[in-house]
């Protein structure tokens, strides 16, 4: 089974007005005044990227990924060979009050699927996890599951993988969400862990490991720094 091909003047628009991160919540609360406004420090699509190649800044740790095409749509892959796992470090360092966000599609094979992700904080940071085998949505740092809830996904659909890192008082408020393409994107965050310690500075990351022996696909990265205060609840 493929990817789905995704309908990418509706959902591109849809998306990009999500990459913005989570703020309908807070922007209530605070509806009686001036919101402060969010800023977009990385964004990529790999529109611009010849296949078979990577954005300049990536730094790949593990993994033959590169620039593919399908169907007039470019995006990252990771092969589906060799069976590990595999990551790509991207965007600017950052520590907190911080969001990124991508799509993402994995395809099964019988009972085997692939793990997929995306993270905060460097190579040994904080990453959200979808984990099909196990049937779980996982939250990891420094490779250790810090917090899982039961999720599962359908093989082929592109999913919305958004991370933030949100700094409340002496507390680091770690929050994710996932939800399928076309599907409406949940009012709360789907897993979330308050943090006591501060997290490291890092860049984002993208992660997989296609035990399904497919092909791992990531498209429309974002990062955004999220004003003081604002962010998942």
Known sequence: MHCEIPDLET???TFRLLAAGFLVL????????AAPATATLY??????????????????LDGAFAVQQENGNKFLE??????????????????SDISVSARVCGTGHGRRYPTFGLGLSGQAGYRLQVSRSKGLL?????????????????????????????????VWKIRGKVWGQGETEPAQPSISYDDKQ????????????????????????????LPDGLGLH
Request: aromatic share 12%.
């Open 11 to 13: 959902d591109m628009k």
């Open 43 to 60: 964004s990529n699509d790999f529109e611009k990227i010849d296949v078979g190649q990577l954005p300049d800044d990536f730094l790949v």
């Open 198 to 225: 501060e997290p490291p500075s890092g860049r984002a990351s993208l992660w997989g490991s296609p035990f399904a022996g497919t092909p791992i696909r990531y498209d429309d990265l974002a990062i955004v720094r």
């Open 78 to 95: 990771l092969p589906g060979e060799p069976l590990d796992t595999f990551g790509v470090l991207f965007g600017p360092t950052a520590k």
């Open 26 to 33: 807070a922007l209530a609360d605070l509806a009686s005044m």
């Open 138 to 170: 996982e939250l990891y740092f420094k490779n250790a599951v810090i917090a899982s809830v039961p999720y599962e996904w359908k093989s082929g659909q592109w999913l919305f993988l958004q991370l933030q890192i949100i700094k409340a008082g002496e």
